[in-house]
Each structure stands twice: as C-alpha cells, then as structure tokens.
T-cell receptor
C-alpha cells in the first residue's frame, strides 16, 4: 500500500460530460502529480502541485484542470470528455518539490471510460 | 531529462537472478538514476535510485557503471510477483520547469516463469 488514495476506482461516463478525480496524498507529502496512461501513449505527466501551487505542467489539455486544496488533497477535473480521454489516471505524491532524490508514491489509479 | 534505452522484454525463471539493463549514454553528472516498476493493474512502484555508487535495498540492487553510461537493476531471486514493466528513468537535480515529474519510457516487460 503506497498510502496514496484515489477515488473513484472506476468511472464510466458519456462524451461531453465532466468528471472529477480525487487524490489523497501520503501523510506529510506536499507534492502531488497527475499522470495519464493510455494504451498507445504510455504514462504521460499531466501536472504537479506543491503545497497548493502549480509547479510543473506537462501535455495537459485545456479541457483538463487540477487543483490542490489546503488539506493537500488534489482533484483533476476533466470536461467536454471525448472518447480518447478514456485512460487510467494516476496520482502520485512525494515529500519534496523535486523528485531527483526522493521517490514518488503512486496510487492505483482511476480507470475512466468515456462512451 | 536525458534519454534511456531498455530492452522491450526479458524473461526469467522463478528463484533465479534477473539483470535488467539500461543504457543512458547522454547522462549528465547531476542525473540520478531511478527505477520504477508497474505490476499489472497497479500504479508504478518505486524500486531504487542512485547517483554514482551501487545501491542495495530490500527490493533490489542497482549497479552503476563507472562511466555512468549504463546501469543494471538486479533482482536477486525473481518471484512470480516480480513480473512487471520496469522503467529506468533519469532525474536531474536542476528543476527548471520540470521540478518533480518523472518521464516514463516504454520500459522492459519482465516475464517470470514458474
């Protein structure tokens, strides 16, 4: 158990809809990262928050947004969903801002299916 | 982050050692070498990391070449539970605009036979 909790585990929704994925980091971790994993793209970094502030951005679509709350949990909002957004979405956390000498701890993901 | 090259797949027998290679010929002096693995239907899991010296932990050992252009993850006695995709990733000390992110490649699919 990594200590990172993601909810829900599975989500099925229709095109055009909006969903929110939630992540609770490990106790004491200030950094939260979001990753998307699809069959053809592998694990893609979306965005990182550190202590409530956005610190790094990957190839995150404009239809996607995220935030980290004062209690350090994070939410990833996906809107105007398309079939291609179907993927596994992982949240990870770490104690520090930079992961060069500190491991990331991943949750078990939310599987999003857009029909 | 500098690029790494790993074999697409490897096979091993249970209870035998496994050596998973990673080439990183463009590594810089400030790049840490990280290994993660992803078991089926789970999120990636941290395995080990190092800078210059060989490292050991309860999961594995990391052997780093003297010139640091390659490294090897060693699983001393493979179990069926070690069947996973193994990712070798370089992380630079300097953050810039990529503070914490890990850039995952395709990794090596390890199959362990009973």
């Amino acid at each position: 158990d990594s200590g990172v909790t993601q909810t829900p585990k599975h989500l099925i929704t229709a095109t055009g809809q909006r969903v929110t994925l939630r992540c609770s980091p490990r106790s004491g971790d200030l950094s939260v990262y979001w990753y998307q994993q699809s069959l053809d793209q592998g694990l893609q970094f979306l965005i990182q928050y550190y202590n409530g502030e956005e610190r790094a951005k990957g190839n995150i679509l404009e239809r996607f947004s995220a935030q980290q709350f004062p209690d350090l949990h994070s939410e990833l909002n996906l809107s105007s969903l398309e079939l291609g957004d179907s993927a596994l979405y992982f949240c990870a956390s770490s104690t520090t801002l930079s992961s060069y000498n500190s491991p990331l701890h991943f949750g078990n993901g939310t599987r999003l299916t857009v029909t | 982050d500098a690029k790494t090259t790993q074999p697409n797949s490897m096979e091993s027998n249970e209870e035998e050692p496994v050596h998973l290679p990673c080439n990183h010929s463009t590594i810089s002096g400030t790049d840490y070498i990280h290994w993660y693995r992803q078991l089926p239907s789970q999120g990636p899991e941290y395995v080990i990391h190092g800078l210059t010296s060989n490292v050991n932990n309860r999961m594995a050992s990391l052997a780093i070449a003297e010139d640091r252009k390659s490294s090897t993850l060693i699983l001393h006695r493979a179990t069926l539970r070690d069947a996973a995709v193994y990712y070798c990733i370089l992380r630079a000390i300097a953050g810039g605009t990529s503070y914490g992110k890990l850039t995952f490649g395709q990794g090596t699919i390890l199959t362990v036979h009973p």
